[in-house]
């Protein structure tokens, strides 16, 4: 079968325009391969600065890159984008959902409103069918009580398990989730990832960055480290844990 998501040779440089010598190339994806097929749960692990951000968001078309490509399913992104591209992140953006560290909730909406939000302007859902399907979700992630409560009245685990109901609205065959609980403290962290697993387990595919090796071990299919722009090795949460082949990796692991 096809993979949902293949990613081929992707490379992404930054000028830098900050530091000791501007004008500087830094290649922060150095020709990442990577296939997720659908369903399948997928584990980013690496160091600070390795480019796991810039992989996910290429991925949904927030980041334009120099070389390579990204299909999911048939849609295709090139670094040479013709007059589609901007259609092209459009569909894709339906059947991929991203999950950010920092909630991005609207704040000025209510619970529900941030929910619907999109169903009834991006998929025209009846907003009573996107209201039922919104409370449905809330029940899912536990939030059944905080449909009227605005983001600010929320904690933090409870916002970003708002921010998951909202990005299952649209029924995503896919969720990116860049560091999802970084921004939590351990007691909420766990009522986030306790969510994140139910979903895993129950065929939502995924990509997911994260520290939490508990997640990775749980629900993982694949693990890969991304180390230098490149992904140093993959494999399932027990070779990768158990018997990784890399000295970067065993020192990257025993550092988290
Ligand atoms: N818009 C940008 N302009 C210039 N450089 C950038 C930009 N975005 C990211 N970078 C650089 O690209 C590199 C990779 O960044 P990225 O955010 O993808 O890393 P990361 O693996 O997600 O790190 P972290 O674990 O700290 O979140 C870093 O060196 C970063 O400084
Ligand atoms: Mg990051």
Redesign the pocket.
Known sequence: MLPMIQITELVKR???HSGSEPGKV?T?LNGITLAVARGEVCVLL??????????L?SINGLESFDSGEIMVDNIRLTATPGPDQSAAILKIRRQIGMVFQQFHLFPHLTVLQNITEAPVHVLKQPLDEARALALQLLDRVGLASKAHSRPDQLSGGQQQRVAIARTLAMKPAAILF??PTSALDPHTTGEVTAVMQDLARNGQGMIV?THGMQFARAVAHSVHI?HAGRILESGTPQKIFDAPEHDVTRRFLSET
Do not use: A, Q, Y
């Open positions: 930054f000028v830098d830094h922060v690496g160091p600070s600065g390795s480019g796991k951000s810039t992989l968001r860049d560091e960055v991304l």
